[in-house]
């Protein structure tokens, strides 16, 4: 886990605030509409993630302003031996073809702040 502190907003004395980017790789179900208005549910891997967004590779195209639901499965440290996922949502900020997998689109997701933490799908 490598963690980055990427610049954040402009707090009100002018100073920038530091968010904190994590680089994890836990699998992860990702659900929501298609850019055809579809219902999708697709297995995906967690390539990023800070307080505000998250990012992953996902092959179903989705729309800008999309709301999708992350289960990302915790690691059995974290989660004390316990099959426990992290349930947040958010929605799509940008998504960009990936230059070696034309099949496949980095998303970056703006997510909400509230999450569930619990056994299995919420």
Not at 64 to 74: C, N
Not at 104 to 119: C, K, N, P, Q, T
Request: charged share 25%; glycine share 6%; aromatic share 4%.
């Amino acid at each position: 886990m490598n963690a980055r502190n990427p610049r954040g907003a402009e707090q009100p004395d002018g100073s920038q605030a530091t968010v904190k980017e994590f680089s994890l790789t836990l699998p992860m179900i990702v659900s929501g509409l298609d850019a055809r208005g579809q219902e999708f549910r697709e297995n995906s891997v967690l390539s990023t993630i800070s307080s505000e967004q998250a990012s992953f590779l996902l092959r179903t195209r989705v729309e800008r302003k999309a709301v999708l639901k992350l289960v990302i499965s915790l690691p059995p440290k974290l989660a004390d031996g316990q099959p426990l996922a992290l349930v947040i949502k958010g929605r799509v900020k940008t998504c960009q073809q990936v230059p070696d997998e034309p099949e496949a689109r980095r998303v970056i997701l703006e997510l909400d702040s509230r999450y569930f933490i619990g056994a299995g799908e919420a």
